[in-house]
């Protein structure tokens, strides 16, 4: 009888063990595909690496491997065209995710930052890369950079796209397309982001530059426009707020009004699926605005569950979701790093029986087991990392 096919319990660790070497072996195809001379060849290894990340925890793996995969994400955001552009800048973020805070995500970052920029600011790039560029550089700042200053350098350069959006000073609005558009929204978003990390001195700085000037933006053409400005608007008042709780907005009373004809909007212009998709966030909105509100929501994952309570935290589960997707449950149980970020603790190690017991699928008992294997490995080097050392008193 061939060795998967056996049913008693060796056998079965077997089967699993050899599953998780042809898994391996696949991975390492896509990893060396990323060079190949095809495009098409390393559009499909790229795809293969970032549905693996988006949907397992593979730190031992990809640690081991972690500047030849940067080298090839370097290789096709220099080489590519905009479609493998965004599947690298994409893989990039998935791969600081995957390796979490640390001077090996710092390491990642430095070495691609500066193609990013350069990326983000060229005009005459491919705007699907641009797009792609300006959503992946706020996730790994938020991971990877370890300098406030820095961060707030990639915010003023996310800030010199989307104020090319604002309405002029005459009050008359900029014609902009749906692919600016996107770039400007995404750019507005990874700076929304950003924000959850500011100083209060920056924060205080960005209320007296910007707060009078996004509620332009919710006059946009662009349904995703508005609601990214509404869902940041919403945010910069949280944030006053938890510096000053008798913090009030001068033109408040214009704001609320513009948000209400939002939340009620009739234009029949748009379509139906808009209109009720701008609704719904623009209640929430108007209720942030006026009343300092928000609307709790419970997430479950395995045996737990998360409640997102503010905007901020609403801006980063967003961030990390449109990465990892499908995958986000699984992360939020066993990704140490987004486990911190939402103050979740260590990933719950639940022995066999009382998974079987719960009945978890498949994938999230290999991703328990992921977990145990690396919370071990960690605590055998733990006295080898020179990160252990790093801010520690």
Known sequence: ????????????????????????????????????????????????????????????????RRMTITDS???????????????????ACLLCIQLGSGI???????????????????????????????????????????????????????????????????????AIGPQVSALHTNALLSWALLLTICTASQIREVLRKHLPRLPSLLESEHVSMRIAAGETISLL?????????????????VLCDKLSALATDCNKHRTKVDKRKQRSVFRDVLRAVEEGDFQSESIRFGTERMIVDSWSRKRMYDAFREFVGAGMNYHLQANEFIRDVFELGPPMLVDSATLKAMKISRLERHLYNSAAFKARTKARNKFRDKRVDVGEF
């Not at 790229?46 to 640690?63: C, K, N, P, Q, V």
């Not at 590519?80 to 800048?89: L, R, V």
């Not at 990639?154 to 604002?166: A, I």
């Not at 944030?239 to 009373?253: I, K, V, Y």
């Open 237 to 253: 008042f949280e944030l006053a707020r938890d510096m000053d709780a008798e913090f009030e907005f001068e033109d408040g009373e």
């Open 104 to 174: 090996e995500s710092e390491e990642v970052l430095k070495t691609l930052k500066p193609l990013f920029m350069s990326i983000l600011a060229d005009t005459s790039a491919n705007v699907q890369a641009r797009q792609a560029v300006a959503k992946t550089l706020g996730l790994c700042t938020l991971v990877a950079e370890d300098d406030i200053l820095d961060v707030h350098a990639t915010m003023e350069s996310f800030e010199r796209l989307f104020v090319h959006s604002y309405a002029r000073g005459d009050g008359s609005r900029p």
């Open 1 to 64: 009888m061939p060795r998967s096919k056996k049913r008693n319990s060796r056998g079965g660790e077997t089967a699993e063990d050899a599953a998780q070497e042809d898994f391996q072996y696949k991975l390492k195809g896509f990893i060396d595909s990323t060079v190949d001379k095809s495009a098409k060849t390393r559009q499909g290894a790229l795809d293969g690496l970032r549905t693996a990340m988006a949907t397992r925890i593979l730190y031992e793996f990809i640690s081991e």
């Open 73 to 91: 994400i370097e290789r096709c955001l220099k080489k590519g065209k905009g479609e493998e552009q965004s599947a690298a800048a994409s893989l």
